[in-house]
Every structure is written in C-alpha cells, then in structure tokens.
C-alpha cells in the first residue's frame, strides 16, 4: 500500500435531466481508498439519481465518471469490474434460495469459479446469513433481504461500494451489526452511502455531503465537525429548509 | 457470460410450475395428434399401397404433428416471454444485470439463450415421439429434419419478438396480450394477399414455416427467419441501451 491517497471515485459536472426537470445539477464528487462517505438530503433531493449515474444505471446528461481511473461511460465493462451496488430495492431474484443467488452474482461478476465456494461462505459470515443458505429468498424477512442485497454487492470484493439506504428495514441490532459492516468495508475500499438517519452517518461516516433539488450544498470531513464543534442535524437543517432553489 | 444468465433463466423457468405445465402439455397434445394420425395411417394403409406414389408414414404422421406444435409454440410463446425483461423491471432486479461487468449484448443473447434451450427441449420430446416410428418401420429423416430446423427457427422467432415486446414494458401481461396479439397478426397476414406473388405474403411466419413442414429448405425462408430473430433481437439491445440514456 502507498501513502499516496488513491482517487477511486471522481465525478465532475454531473448533471442529469429527465425532460425538462432537472434531478442532478453539476455534481461533483471524490472519493479515496479508505474512506466512507454519507450522502445526506432530504426525499428527492437526487441522492438515488447521482448513485445510478455513478453505477452506469443512468447515463449522465453531461459531465464524466472515472471509478479507479477508468471511465465509466467509456469502458463500462471494465469500471463496473471495481463497483458493487446496492440499489433502492434490493435486486433480489425471489424465487431462488440464498446460495443460488448469491452464487449468480458472484459469476455475473467474474469471480473465479474455484473460489465461489470460498467467497461464498465469508460473505455470508459477514452479513449473517450462515443459517439461512438454503432458504428461497421469497420466505425471507424485510431484514434479511436487505442483507442478502448487501452480501450481492460486495461479493466481488469491489473497491467501491455504493449503499442507496442500506439500513432501511433493519431492526436496531442489525443496523448496528450494518453499522459495523459498513465501517470494516471503509477500511479496504471506498463506500457511498445515502442515508435519511443523521447518527448512522455520525457513527460510520469520515465525510458528508449534503445535496437538495439536485445540487451539492454542503461537504465536510466530520471530524472537522466535531473540532468545530458543530451538529449535522443543524447543518443538515439550515441547508435544506431553504425554501428558493438553490443553484440553477 | 452468456450462458451463465441463461442458466439463471432456466433455472427462474424450472422453479416455477408453468414451463412443467407447458412441457406437459405440449407433450399430451402432440402424443393426441400423433396417435390419431398413426391410426389414420394404419387404416388407410392398404389403400395407399395401390396409388403409385403413395405418401409414407412419415408425411402423414409427423408433418400433422409438427403443424400442430407451431400453433402450440405460437399460443405459449407469450406466456414464457412476457417475464423475461417486464418482470426483471418490475422487480428491480435488472439494476443487477446492468450494474454487473457485462454487455448488454451478453444480458438479451443469455435471455435468448435460455429459452430457446427450452423449447429445443419441448421439441426434443416431439422428436423423440417421431423417431419411435422406427421401432415399426422405416422414416424419411430428411423430412424429419427439415421439420425440425423449421421448428427451431419459428421458435427462435417468436422468442425474439416475445422478448422485444417484454422490453417495453413493466407489466408481464402487457407483455404477453402484446405478443400474442403480434405473432398472430404475422400468423394471418396473408390472407388479405390477392394474389399469389403479393408482397405481403412474404411477411407471415405460417407461410415460411410451411414450405419447412413440406420438407422444403427455402433459402428465401431460411434467410427470412434469420433476419427476423437478428432484427428483434438487435432492437432488444437498442430497447435497453436506450433506458439507460433516456430513463
């Protein structure tokens, strides 16, 4: 490993219309090896937009996307090699057991079929779903369908792990068995999370950044907060209860 | 990668009750006419003998049997479509496909894939029930054969179209009342042909597909079909390349 910070997300001037209205407004973002960062904003604000454009689920009205210095509208097969992701809705096929699926999406990823066996059983260690291997995803909880969602996207080991409200369904154990999750996953690559919940961004985050009506407001390092002494849920507040558009 | 989805698609199919359905039914309906035939043939055997080029077993056997699969394939086909792009829409699990290292080409080329598997399957079974025609006597294979590359290229041909239509919506019964209604339009098309050398004939499916149940290989035809399944498949392609740059 070198010191030398590693870039593995950067996007410049993101932007992305849908007809006339304008979900994503010149967004920048970046990302290094290492670090988690929660992206904040109140329900359409363009969280779930700007995370499908990083993904190559949505082509971007203009700007550029380079995950670990590949372009990801030029060479997207060769990007989305170091991306995992975990949409809105889990992309769940419900009529397959857990080993099933998650095997499907180990090959869809290209991971070595020797080693699927392997893989296989440390994801689910990770996201605890030892026991429950051999059940049809249709006859699982809320819970662990969303932790199945999560084991999908970081099954490939990717350096870059983007999380669309990964908690959402959880109950208060389980967010923290995600919480701890999410921060070990930090440790090796990078991870986007977008999230309603303030503390789960206080507990697991090293950044945040803010969006409303589709542009960025607000980015900081969080331990800069706390030197400052300063509450997210203030900030949060006074960047996103403004009422004139913001931007454009 | 290609065959990697289209195991997953089998896989989806053979969990769920209708492709066992399918297969038995498409089985029951061709063993009926195959049996109905055979004692047709049997009771009329003698009779044929004393015409001077009389028609073999399997020109009155097999080629009723495989006319009535076409129709069998032209009524499942949309229900064994419609869930192929809608549902994976509906159920949000495309984002997985789209998010994974892989081309767009290879997600409708595995799709396509997968149920064509299928049906060569269901088709097998038809096969199997012709050949057992050479437990009692001889066959013609070349007709057999004709009849059988026939059948897959229709097959091939409805898959296309079924999974074209199935790209354009997030409704499985959309989708599969779409299709239906699609592939029987081709089906009848030339009936409002006046004459034999209109141009519109060209266009229906039951028209290629004939000259094959004859035991004849048209070029014309072959290259027809090919086209045909190329055209949809291609447009499927364009379909989700064009959801990603337009939402």
């Known amino acids: ?248 | 990668m290609i065959l990697t989805i289209a195991k997953k698609e089998l896989k989806l199919l053979f969990v769920s009750p209708l492709a066992w359905t399918f297969l038995a039914l498409i089985q029951l309906m061709l063993t009926w006419v195959f049996l109905g035939q055979l004692d047709a043939f049997l009771e009329l055997q003698s009779q044929l003998m004393q015409i001077a080029n009389p028609p073999g077993a399997t020109e009155v056997i097999i080629v009723p049997v495989f006319a009535v699969a076409s129709l069998v394939l032209l009524v499942a086909t949309p229900l064994l479509t419609m869930r192929l792009m809608a549902e994976e829409w509906r159920n949000h699990t495309m984002t997985l496909l789209i998010s994974a290292p892989i081309s767009l080409t290879a997600i409708v080329l595995g799709k396509f894939l997968g149920l064509m598997i299928f049906f060569l399957l269901a088709m097998l079974l038809a096969v199997m029930l012709s050949l057992s025609l050479l437990i009692g006597g001889t066959m013609d294979l070349g007709l057999l054969l004709s009849n059988i590359i026939g059948l897959s290229l229709l097959a091939a041909c409805f898959i296309s179209i079924g999974l074209y239509i199935s790209s354009l919506t997030s409704h499985p019964a959309i989708a599969a009342v779409g299709t239906l209604g699609i592939l029987l339009a081709l089906w009848i098309v030339d009936v409002v042909a006046t004459n034999t050398s209109s141009v519109i004939q060209n266009f229906s499916l039951l028209r290629h597909y004939e000259s094959f149940n004859r035991g004849l290989i048209d070029s014309f035809s072959l290259a027809f079909l090919v086209l045909f399944i190329l055209t949809f498949l291609i447009l499927t392609i364009r379909r989700l390349d064009g959801k990603r740059l337009h939402g």
């Open chain 1, 1 to 248: 490993m070198n010191d030398i910070p590693n870039v593995t997300i950067s996007a410049y001037n993101l932007s992305r219309n849908f007809g006339k209205r304008t979900a994503v407004h010149k967004v920048d973002l970046e990302l290094r090896r290492g670090e988690v960062l929660g992206l904040l904003g109140p329900n359409g604000a363009g969280k779930s937009t700007t995370m499908q454009m990083l993904t190559g689920n949505l082509a971007p009205t203009s700007g550029s996307v380079q995950i670990c210095g590949v372009d990801l509208l030029k060479n997207p097969q060769q990007a989305k090699r170091y991306i995992g992701y975990l949409p809105e809705n889990p992309p769940l096929y419900k009529e397959l057991t857990v080993d099933e699926y998650l095997r499907f999406a180990a090959k869809l990823h290209h991971v070595n079929l020797s080693r699927i066996d392997s893989v296989l059983t440390e994801v689910k260690q990770r996201c605890g779903l030892n026991d429950i291997g051999k059940r049809l995803i249709n006859t699982l909880s809320k819970g662990y369908q969303q932790r199945v969602g999560i084991a999908q996207a970081i099954i490939h080991q990717p350096e870059v792990i983007i999380l669309d409200e990964p908690s959402i369904g959880l109950d208060p154990n389980q967010i923290r068995e995600i919480r701890i999750l999410i921060r070990e996953l930090g440790k090796s690559s990078s991870v986007i999370l977008s999230t309603h919940i303030l503390p789960e961004v206080e507990g697991v985050c090293d950044r945040v950044q803010i969006m409303n009506q589709g542009t960025m407001v607000f980015s900081a390092a969080l331990a800069e907060l706390k030197q400052k002494n300063l509450s997210l849920e203030r900030i949060f507040e006074q960047f996103t209860l403004r009422n004139e558009p913001i931007g454009n």
